[in-house]
Nanobody, 125 residues
């Protein structure tokens, strides 16, 4: 079992920054892949960043590339999402997710086996 708890969401003006954190517990954090997803009302869930067990492999979709940075601290069992140059279209609930069966994964959310409860990010124009 893995428990994931996100923090760091909030409301920010367009162009601003936020850093999300996701603290994991339960299994050896350094052995599995992590991802950040977002879902806005009426839209499909979107993978916005993924990171391998060591941090050596990272994925971003074009929608956030150059603005978002994912990182992890295995000693603290925490993954981060630094979001800069935020836009109103980034408004969504952000979830972290764990794919504990693989050291690297950047695919559909249905393959991730543990999820956090989500944190709201609102970007005002």
């Amino acid at each position: 079992q893995v428990q994931l708890v996100e923090s760091g969401g909030g409301t920010v003006q367009a162009g601003g920054s936020l850093r999300l954190s996701c603290a994991a517990s339960g299994r050896t954090f350094s052995s599995y892949a992590m991802g950040w997803f977002r879902q806005a009302p009426g839209k499909e869930r979107e993978l916005v960043a993924a990171i391998s067990w060591s941090g050596g492999m990272i994925y971003y979709p074009d929608s956030v590339k150059g603005r978002f940075t994912i990182s992890r601290d295995n000693a603290r069992s925490t993954v981060y999402l630094q979001m800069n140059s935020l836009k109103p279209e980034d408004t969504a609930v952000y979830h972290c997710a764990a794919e504990t069966r693989s050291p690297w994964y950047a695919g559909p959310g249905k393959e991730y086996d543990y999820w956090g409860q989500g944190t709201q990010v609102t970007v005002s124009s």
